[in-house]
Protein backbone atom coordinates (compact mmCIF):
# COMPACT_ATOMS: atom_id res chain seq x y z
CA UNK A 1 0.00 0.00 0.00
CA UNK A 2 1.15 3.06 -0.68
CA UNK A 3 1.28 6.15 1.77
CA UNK A 4 2.22 10.13 2.29
CA UNK A 5 3.27 12.02 4.55
CA UNK A 6 3.42 15.98 4.40
CA UNK A 7 5.78 17.78 6.92
CA UNK A 8 3.69 20.73 7.83
CA UNK A 9 0.25 20.92 8.92
CA UNK A 10 0.33 24.98 8.49
CA UNK A 11 2.83 27.22 6.84
CA UNK A 12 2.35 30.98 7.48
CA UNK A 13 4.85 33.56 5.72
CA UNK A 14 4.68 37.00 4.12
CA UNK A 15 4.62 37.85 0.39
CA UNK A 16 7.74 37.40 -1.70
CA UNK A 17 9.08 34.91 0.81
CA UNK A 18 10.34 31.52 -0.58
CA UNK A 19 8.25 28.24 -0.04
CA UNK A 20 8.98 24.97 0.78
CA UNK A 21 6.37 22.38 1.30
CA UNK A 22 8.14 18.89 2.23
CA UNK A 23 6.27 15.39 1.06
CA UNK A 24 7.59 11.95 1.41
CA UNK A 25 5.84 9.00 0.09
CA UNK A 26 6.14 5.23 0.43
CA UNK A 27 5.47 2.64 -1.85
CA UNK A 28 7.11 -0.28 -3.55
CA UNK A 29 6.56 0.31 -7.14
CA UNK A 30 6.74 3.03 -9.36
CA UNK A 31 5.01 5.71 -8.79
CA UNK A 32 3.42 9.01 -10.31
CA UNK A 33 3.42 12.35 -7.53
CA UNK A 34 1.27 14.85 -7.67
CA UNK A 35 1.30 17.96 -5.97
CA UNK A 36 -2.58 19.74 -6.03
CA UNK A 37 -3.93 22.44 -4.77
CA UNK A 38 -7.52 23.75 -3.28
CA UNK A 39 -7.98 27.82 -2.73
CA UNK A 40 -11.08 28.84 -0.35
CA UNK A 41 -14.33 27.39 -1.61
CA UNK A 42 -12.82 25.73 -5.28
CA UNK A 43 -12.03 22.55 -6.47
CA UNK A 44 -8.31 20.74 -6.70
CA UNK A 45 -6.52 21.98 -9.16
CA UNK A 46 -3.30 19.81 -10.54
CA UNK A 47 -0.33 22.27 -9.78
CA UNK A 48 2.16 19.86 -11.59
CA UNK A 49 2.93 16.07 -11.61
CA UNK A 50 5.88 14.04 -12.28
CA UNK A 51 5.65 10.46 -14.24
CA UNK A 52 8.98 10.09 -15.27
CA UNK A 53 12.39 11.73 -17.14
CA UNK A 54 13.29 15.08 -15.36
CA UNK A 55 13.28 15.06 -11.77
CA UNK A 56 12.77 18.97 -11.31
CA UNK A 57 9.25 19.25 -12.34
CA UNK A 58 7.94 23.06 -13.34
CA UNK A 59 3.89 23.57 -12.96
CA UNK A 60 1.66 25.78 -13.27
CA UNK A 61 1.87 29.45 -10.86
CA UNK A 62 5.54 29.40 -10.73
CA UNK A 63 5.64 26.04 -8.58
CA UNK A 64 8.33 23.47 -9.00
CA UNK A 65 9.03 20.28 -7.23
CA UNK A 66 11.68 17.92 -7.35
CA UNK A 67 11.62 14.22 -7.33
CA UNK A 68 14.25 12.77 -5.59
CA UNK A 69 14.31 8.79 -5.75
CA UNK A 70 16.98 7.95 -2.90
CA UNK A 71 14.55 10.29 0.00
CA UNK A 72 11.37 9.11 -1.55
CA UNK A 73 10.66 12.97 -1.38
CA UNK A 74 8.58 14.82 -3.73
CA UNK A 75 9.21 18.54 -2.47
CA UNK A 76 6.82 21.41 -3.57
CA UNK A 77 8.83 25.03 -3.87
CA UNK A 78 7.71 28.34 -4.68
CA UNK A 79 10.69 31.03 -4.64
CA UNK A 80 8.65 34.10 -4.14
CA UNK A 81 4.92 33.92 -3.11
CA UNK A 82 1.73 36.05 -3.28
CA UNK A 83 -0.98 36.79 -0.68
CA UNK A 84 -3.46 34.85 -3.78
CA UNK A 85 -1.36 31.37 -2.96
CA UNK A 86 -3.01 30.96 0.18
CA UNK A 87 -4.70 27.77 -0.19
CA UNK A 88 -4.84 23.82 1.12
CA UNK A 89 -1.62 22.21 -0.77
CA UNK A 90 -1.76 18.28 -0.73
CA UNK A 91 1.28 15.74 -2.28
CA UNK A 92 0.00 12.56 -3.70
CA UNK A 93 1.09 9.35 -5.03
CA UNK A 94 -0.60 7.14 -7.69
CA UNK A 95 0.65 3.94 -8.79
CA UNK A 96 -0.20 1.56 -11.70
CA UNK A 97 -3.72 1.08 -10.79
CA UNK A 98 -3.82 5.24 -11.25
CA UNK A 99 -5.84 5.37 -7.28
CA UNK A 100 -4.50 8.00 -5.55
CA UNK A 101 -3.09 8.40 -2.55
CA UNK A 102 -3.39 11.97 -0.56
CA UNK A 103 -1.06 13.53 2.34
CA UNK A 104 -3.27 15.09 5.13
CA UNK A 105 -2.27 18.48 3.45
CA UNK A 106 -0.67 21.84 4.03
CA UNK A 107 -2.51 25.25 4.79
CA UNK A 108 -0.52 28.05 3.62
CA UNK A 109 -1.45 31.55 4.55
CA UNK A 110 0.51 34.12 3.15
CA UNK A 111 0.12 37.56 4.69
CA UNK A 112 0.43 40.65 2.56
CA UNK B 1 -11.41 21.05 -21.03
CA UNK B 2 -11.17 18.04 -18.91
CA UNK B 3 -14.01 19.88 -16.33
CA UNK B 4 -15.63 17.33 -13.94
CA UNK B 5 -19.58 18.86 -12.41
CA UNK B 6 -21.04 17.57 -9.60
CA UNK B 7 -24.81 17.85 -8.48
CA UNK B 8 -25.99 18.55 -6.13
CA UNK B 9 -23.11 21.22 -4.66
CA UNK B 10 -24.53 20.87 -1.40
CA UNK B 11 -27.80 18.95 -0.27
CA UNK B 12 -29.40 18.77 3.43
CA UNK B 13 -31.04 15.88 4.62
CA UNK B 14 -33.35 13.64 7.29
CA UNK B 15 -31.36 11.02 8.88
CA UNK B 16 -32.89 7.81 7.05
CA UNK B 17 -33.19 8.81 3.77
CA UNK B 18 -30.76 8.56 0.78
CA UNK B 19 -29.39 11.08 -1.34
CA UNK B 20 -27.68 10.40 -4.81
CA UNK B 21 -24.59 12.65 -6.03
CA UNK B 22 -23.91 12.81 -10.21
CA UNK B 23 -20.56 13.37 -10.96
CA UNK B 24 -20.10 14.16 -14.45
CA UNK B 25 -17.19 14.61 -16.84
CA UNK B 26 -18.28 17.56 -19.35
CA UNK B 27 -16.11 17.54 -22.04
CA UNK B 28 -14.35 13.97 -22.21
CA UNK B 29 -15.38 10.15 -21.79
CA UNK B 30 -13.80 9.12 -18.24
CA UNK B 31 -12.31 5.83 -18.14
CA UNK B 32 -12.84 5.27 -14.82
CA UNK B 33 -14.05 7.65 -11.78
CA UNK B 34 -13.75 8.16 -8.04
CA UNK B 35 -15.27 8.82 -5.03
CA UNK B 36 -13.32 10.51 -2.46
CA UNK B 37 -14.55 11.80 1.27
CA UNK B 38 -12.76 14.40 2.48
CA UNK B 39 -13.71 15.54 6.28
CA UNK B 40 -13.10 19.47 7.64
CA UNK B 41 -9.25 20.26 7.57
CA UNK B 42 -8.45 16.83 6.65
CA UNK B 43 -7.26 14.94 3.54
CA UNK B 44 -9.07 13.38 0.56
CA UNK B 45 -9.60 9.58 1.74
CA UNK B 46 -10.33 7.49 -1.51
CA UNK B 47 -13.65 5.22 -1.14
CA UNK B 48 -14.19 3.28 -4.80
CA UNK B 49 -12.93 3.17 -7.77
CA UNK B 50 -16.05 3.11 -10.96
CA UNK B 51 -15.56 1.93 -14.49
CA UNK B 52 -18.04 2.13 -16.75
CA UNK B 53 -20.40 -1.01 -17.02
CA UNK B 54 -18.65 -2.86 -13.89
CA UNK B 55 -18.94 -2.96 -10.48
CA UNK B 56 -17.65 -0.36 -8.27
CA UNK B 57 -14.02 -1.78 -6.10
CA UNK B 58 -14.37 -0.40 -3.13
CA UNK B 59 -11.87 0.59 -0.54
CA UNK B 60 -11.00 -1.40 3.15
CA UNK B 61 -13.70 0.00 5.57
CA UNK B 62 -16.04 1.00 3.07
CA UNK B 63 -19.55 -0.30 3.03
CA UNK B 64 -20.48 -1.01 -0.49
CA UNK B 65 -23.97 -1.24 0.81
CA UNK B 66 -24.18 1.84 1.95
CA UNK B 67 -22.37 4.04 -0.24
CA UNK B 68 -23.57 2.56 -3.62
CA UNK B 69 -22.02 3.39 -6.62
CA UNK B 70 -23.33 2.99 -10.60
CA UNK B 71 -21.36 3.76 -13.57
CA UNK B 72 -24.11 4.41 -16.45
CA UNK B 73 -21.95 5.77 -19.03
CA UNK B 74 -18.36 7.02 -19.81
CA UNK B 75 -19.64 10.69 -18.22
CA UNK B 76 -21.83 9.35 -15.77
CA UNK B 77 -21.34 8.21 -12.47
CA UNK B 78 -23.42 8.38 -9.50
CA UNK B 79 -22.92 7.79 -5.54
CA UNK B 80 -26.40 7.02 -3.50
CA UNK B 81 -25.76 7.22 0.09
CA UNK B 82 -28.72 4.77 1.63
CA UNK B 83 -30.02 5.79 4.56
CA UNK B 84 -27.85 8.23 5.68
CA UNK B 85 -26.95 9.33 9.24
CA UNK B 86 -25.09 12.35 10.67
CA UNK B 87 -21.76 10.70 10.40
CA UNK B 88 -21.71 10.65 6.90
CA UNK B 89 -21.98 14.15 6.62
CA UNK B 90 -18.76 15.20 4.53
CA UNK B 91 -17.79 16.30 1.36
CA UNK B 92 -18.10 14.13 -1.65
CA UNK B 93 -15.24 14.52 -4.36
CA UNK B 94 -15.03 12.68 -7.37
CA UNK B 95 -12.82 12.77 -9.98
CA UNK B 96 -12.19 11.33 -13.40
CA UNK B 97 -9.51 9.66 -15.58
CA UNK B 98 -9.12 10.28 -18.89
CA UNK B 99 -8.96 13.36 -21.55
CA UNK B 100 -6.25 14.83 -23.43
CA UNK B 101 -3.63 14.66 -20.69
CA UNK B 102 -4.01 11.05 -21.07
CA UNK B 103 -4.90 8.09 -18.49
CA UNK B 104 -2.30 8.70 -16.10
CA UNK B 105 -4.20 12.36 -14.78
CA UNK B 106 -7.45 12.87 -12.68
CA UNK B 107 -9.70 15.82 -13.02
CA UNK B 108 -11.63 16.49 -9.67
CA UNK B 109 -15.52 17.95 -9.16
CA UNK B 110 -15.95 20.77 -7.36
CA UNK B 111 -17.58 18.57 -4.69
CA UNK B 112 -20.73 18.25 -2.87
CA UNK B 113 -21.10 19.19 0.80
CA UNK B 114 -23.78 16.53 2.74
CA UNK B 115 -25.51 16.96 5.99
CA UNK B 116 -27.68 14.68 7.57
CA UNK B 117 -29.72 15.80 10.43
Known amino acids: AQSVSQHNHHVILSEAASLELGCNYSYGGTVNLFWYVQYPGQHLQLLLK??????LVKGIKGFEAEFIKSKFSFNLRKPSVQWSDTAEYFC??????????FGAGTTVTVRA | GAVVSQHPSWVICKSGTSVKIECRSLDFQATTMFWYRQFPKQSLMLMAT?????????EQGVEKDKFLINHASLTLSTLTVTSAHPEDSSFYIC?????????????FGPGTRLTVT
Open chain 1, 50 to 55: YFSGDP
Open chain 2, 95 to 107: SARGGLAGVNEQY
Open chain 1, 92 to 101: AVGGVDYKLS
Open chain 2, 50 to 58: SNEGSKATY
